[in-house]
């Protein structure tokens, strides 16, 4: 990018009446789900300018926007080996049980704690790219805070907080993207209430209908997850303090946010509060759906009345360790659907003919054709909207992160079943697939509920846009901030005002029983005083 | 109506794809707000039936739906001659002080009380009717479910409850159109948290933020509130009770509601928590604008460079004492600006000239003409979003019910001067008039709000006809109910779980602290017997 192209950007959209925006996007499924967002801001006529590292897996040049790169102190082949090696880590763990989730929880905090720091340097530290990014005078940023629901984001997206840092300092108005933020950061951030009575925690693996024993165990967990939280995101604390130099905190930096693009509706999430600059942009990825290939068309049309099952485990898991890869390879071969499953790693002489190999599959059109039955998933949040969207029960092999806490929502809506990839036998994942395939109320249930997430007065894309849009347009979205922001923790939830009104209750009892006793005492003196006379 | 009409349309809409709406609207201004969805969702084809008494106010026949009448034991004459009565003395009091808010409060349910019971009898307990109705097979009910905010609503609709018990007798989803209900009976109902930290409670005229002091106001108001609205829709219990025969409340029979379309949005309303099932419609009421008639657009257009300023009380105000008329010719008399003035008192002959009185006025079109330049209004929540849409500086002259409220949120954006009308002089109201009128940051500030709220991705109107469909089409909104329904208050706020904590806290503090004694005597009593050894 050199200078000369810089100025004449500068020089063309400059002074048109549309925005300049700034993005800085995650890695992975994440850019994905943004780039549509992006491109379509820039076909409206915006000027955007997407700030990507020079080595990353899937990010790379938009249309009708800018890409500036920045130097990172590794490569892309580095990447990739890092993040199968810990694949490699994380798939031999058992993660169902409580302390392998706790265990897992310490090691992407130790990814995370290696990454970051020499990651966001490389952006935040750039001070030419700084410089650059200054004089574009942009209206607004859009970012993604942070997206660690799934482990990849952990493996590949360490410059997360990089978009809200500078949206600091450059004094920006913030458009936030993503699912969710770990320990509800987001909805503290946002100041929106979440009761723990019906709003389960995320790794609970809760519905939002808990027993009393779970009901209390999502209310520990909700005591506990502030304090957890200060250990994950100090690393972030002291980045964004040291870069403004002022003392601050992540949740401090997010809390200013103006809108908060959220990647989920209610047909996949559990109905709960919400706020004003909440905006709810589930299935913004299944919109654009493209023809089959040939051979693809060819194979799926030929799978006749049995139809076809389609099988990912994400956008970064398409290799299995042999012994697990067998299970499906056996499980595949008595089944009377043909498989299309994303997948590279060592393949079995006698692997069955219904199979189909492939190293990246068009995943949402696959599941838009008609004749697909089930889809195998790891129950990503992307995947799980392109299933939903198409209307395709799912069977789900959560790996890690909120997947748990995903399958758990499509189960409790009788659309998926659930099984451990951990302790996955051949016949368990037959009666699984064959559940979802031949009783006719996963795919009735899918149906109905892919109608009510379809059935929206507007396209999420749309709504996204337009969010980001007025936000340059207003420079904020201020009527929509409420003013808990300028509570502390013991104001807001009024716990000074019961304090003064218990002291004031416990004080008018205190008089008045004294006075009472005082009475008594004198009235029985009296009463003494004349029996003694 | 009769009955060969009725078979005539199940014939021709019974098959139809569309769907069947019974609307059961409210009178006054209500049903002005309510009238165009009604009339959209007739022209998209649906067949709506629309239930109205045979003498009120406002109601009547609207486009492309069926209307249906039932007698009532009063005539409009009545209704007008009551209204008229009590408007008196209603003007005779002062509401500013707190003594004369609560008394004004027991008057109206006192209102509420005599009207509400003969009047929903005539609709409920119309047994033709009622089973006419039950014939249709709806698929969904639109109905207002109380509308108090302003007071006409408690003289002039008593019917308020009738379309949520037929709801219920009928077992139809129901969708909510309304501004709000006293005691925030709409939030309990919704299950919408209200946290009274940064959420001022009705009558109190409290902004988002507020000091030590009112928040301890706003407090005690939250835990009166529930026992004041217990004595307030005590009748719309027993009467609920009586019709479905069954032990229920008003309270709980609202929660069914399957979406509240609610008549604001947050350039009015102070941002606060919402639930996924509350849709806003804020300004749905200003959408249409006809030009003025040639008589108006000559005098309008005659005021020159000073403009005009617009002056109605709202659609049941239209005399006043004559005392209190005087201190408004009086002041117009001294002001550059033309006045066009809803009224039908008495008329000095000293009437200055600038001033025109009309017994009606388009009010939406007045204040969208170019010259407009202030509009001195009552504070009702139609004539506040027709002030915001046309972006007009206000006086705002509040009389009962929430135009305090409204009039303290338009004051605190700064768009507005707030007067008491009880206590009001031709000084102050010509200095209010001046400030709003000459000072350019009222008007500076309400063009910025005006763009803001008409800045939507997609216009009120569509979306309460969106809203109102998909229930048709789904038979409700399941997805949008959340589980905290199916938890009582103790559940809700987890006052259990916490309560089991503490005693499990308590427990093991008292154990141990009982332990450590039971320790530390028998180390000392060896000590002892050592020592005296």
């Known amino acids: 990018m050199n200078i000369v192209r810089l100025l004449l ?13 700034l993005v800085v996007p995650s890695d992975g499924s994440h850019w994905l789900g943004m ?9 409206r006529g915006n000027q955007v300018v997407v700030v990507i590292p020079e080595a990353s897996l899937s990010m790379g040049p938009s249309e009708h926007t800018t890409t500036l790169t920045y130097p990172v102190p590794y490569t892309k082949a580095e990447l990739e080996g890092n993040i199968a090696e810990e694949l490699d880590t994380i798939l031999s763990i058992d993660m169902t049980s409580d302390l392998a989730k706790f265990q897992g929880f310490l090691f992407s905090l130790n990814i995370l704690q290696t990454l970051t720091v020499r990651s966001t340097e490389s952006l935040l530290f750039n001070e030419d790219l700084i410089k650059k990014l200054k004089d574009f ?60 009575s019906f709003v389960p925690r995320f790794f609970t693996g809760y519905s939002d209908k808990m027993s009393f ?23 972030f604390d002291e980045l964004g303090s040291r870069y403004l130099k002022k003392d601050t905190t992540y949740k401090e930096l997010l809390s200013h946010g103006a809108i908060w693009l959220l990647r989920y509706d209610f047909t996949f999430e559990y109905p709960k509060p919400i706020m004003p600059n909440i905006v709810q942009i589930g299935g ?123 399958a758990q ?51 999420p894309l749309d709504l996204a846009v337009f969010w980001t849009e007025f936000v340059m347009r207003h420079k904020g979205a201020e009527h929509l901030r409420p003013a808990a922001h300028e509570l502390n923790w013991i104001q807001y939830h009024s716990l000074d005002v019961i304090g003064f009104l218990l002291l004031i209750l416990v004080t008018v009892i205190f008089v008045t029983v004294k006075s009472c006793m005082f009475c008594f005492r004198k009235c029985f003196r009296k009463t003494q005083k004349k029996k003694k006379e």
């Open 9 to 21: 950007i500068l020089f063309l959209f400059g002074s048109a009446e549309a925005g300049k925006l």
């Open 35 to 43: 780039k549509p967002i992006v491109e379509e801001l820039g076909r």
């Open 137 to 196: 005078n942009f209206d607004a940023i859009l970012t993604d805070p942070f997206e660690p629901m799934g482990f990849d984001a952990l493996l590949t997206d360490p410059f997360l907080p990089c978009g809200t840092i500078i949206a600091h300092k450059f004094s920006l108005p913030t458009v936030y993207f993503l699912r969710g933020i770990p320990c509800r950061l987001d909805e503290a951030a946002a100041k929106c209430p979440s009761p723990p």
């Open 213 to 235: 024993a779970q009901r209390i165990n999502n209310m520990i967990l909700t005591t506990v997850e502030p304090f957890l939280c200060q250990t994950m995101f100090a690393i």
């Open 284 to 406: 913004i990825n299944c919109a654009k759906r493209d023809p089959l290939s040939k051979e693809l068309e060819e194979f799926v049309n030929g799978s006749g009345e049995h139809g076809f099952v389609v099988f990912t485990l994400g956008s970064m898991v398409s290799q299995l360790p042999e012994a697990k890869a067998r299970v499906f390879f056996e499980a595949f071969k008595q089944i009377p659907q043909r498989v299309l499953w994303r997948y590279t790693g060592p393949v079995p002489e006698d692997a069955p003919k219904n199979v189909k190999l492939m190293k990246w599959l068009p995943q949402n059109d696959l599941l838009g054709h008609p004749k697909v039955k089930a889809f195998i998933t790891h129950g990503g949040s992307h995947g799980i909207y392109e299933g939903i969207c198409n209307g395709v029960p799912m069977v789900m092999l959560p790996l890690f992160g909120d997947q748990g806490d995903n």
């Open 409 to 459: 929502r499509l189960v409790s809506r009788g659309v998926a079943e659930s099984l451990s990839i951990y302790d996955l036998s051949t016949e368990k994942l037959l009666v699984a697939l064959k559940k979802v395939i031949t009783d006719k109320s996963y795919k009735e249930k899918m149906t109905k509920l892919s109608a009510v997430h379809r059935d929206r007065p507007i396209e």
